[in-house]
């Protein structure tokens, strides 16, 4: 069965869409599990291979949460202290092993431009390891969401993943939430299967914090850019 769209509802998904962002600072503004588990009710209707539904994950707040980031920043901090760069190897490359033009410009000004809103120079490396590590403490978020997959599950559950993912943070938009996507997490996928007691054959695809937008913080003001149509698609009649 179609549903038919109303404009309203076209511009209230254009909008949802057009004004996620990454957000790095929130209020501890609680958010209600029924809040939580509408967004992902909403966004388990993404689609997948064969009706696979490849995802899992698991909602921390409390107690949990707070248990599971003293963990890492410990570990993060004993490796910096080291002399390592702090984060231990991933199970999977999220990043390429080689950063080639466009996208290491691109990595750079995201970079650059939160820094500067931050006021950290290039040089300090003290604070870039404490600004990096705020993604262990979810940024402040009164949610924090960690998702994993099957090992068995191939590179297309990947894909489907990928729209789960999306879904969950137009959904939150759409509530008046804000998340943030976090890969940081996957270099302390042994810490986080522990603590959340994960079966030997699921490995951590990623982390995500969700809440309310902390406005007033400097690195709120961090809008990336996107390129235009004409720069990524090209049309053939």
Not at 117 to 140: C, P, S, T
Request: include cysteine.
């Amino acid at each position: 069965m179609t549903t038919s769209i109303t404009p309203e509802a076209t511009a209230a998904v254009d909008a949802a869409i057009t004004s996620r962002r990454s957000v790095r600072a929130f209020l501890p503004t609680a958010v209600p599990r029924q809040t939580i588990e509408d967004i992902l009710a909403v966004a388990s209707r993404a689609p997948s291979g064969v009706n696979t539904q490849p995802w899992k994950v698991t909602v921390l707040t409390g107690t949990a949460k707070a248990g599971l980031s003293k963990k890492i920043l410990a570990a993060y901090d004993a490796n910096a202290a080291a002399g390592s760069v702090g984060v231990d190897v991933g199970e999977y490359n999220y990043y390429p092993t080689e950063w080639v033009s466009p996208y290491i410009e691109r990595r750079r000004k995201i970079g650059w431009d939160l820094y500067g809103l931050l006021g950290i120079a290039k040089a300090d490396k003290a604070k870039m390891h404490a600004q990096h590590g705020r993604n262990y403490v979810f940024f402040g978020a009164p949610v924090g969401m960690i998702f994993t997959i099957d090992r068995i599950l191939r590179q297309g559950s990947w894909l489907d993943y990928g729209m789960l993912l999306e879904n969950i943070m137009i959904a939150a938009r759409a509530r008046g939430l804000d998340t943030c996507p976090q890969a940081a997490f996957i270099g302390f996928h042994k810490i986080i299967a522990e603590h959340l007691r994960l079966p030997a054959g699921e490995m951590v695809v990623c982390g995500m914090s969700l809440g309310h937008a902390d406005e007033n913080a400097p690195e709120s003001r961090l809008l990336t850019e996107r390129e235009p149509v004409s720069a990524f698609a090209r049309f053939l009649d």
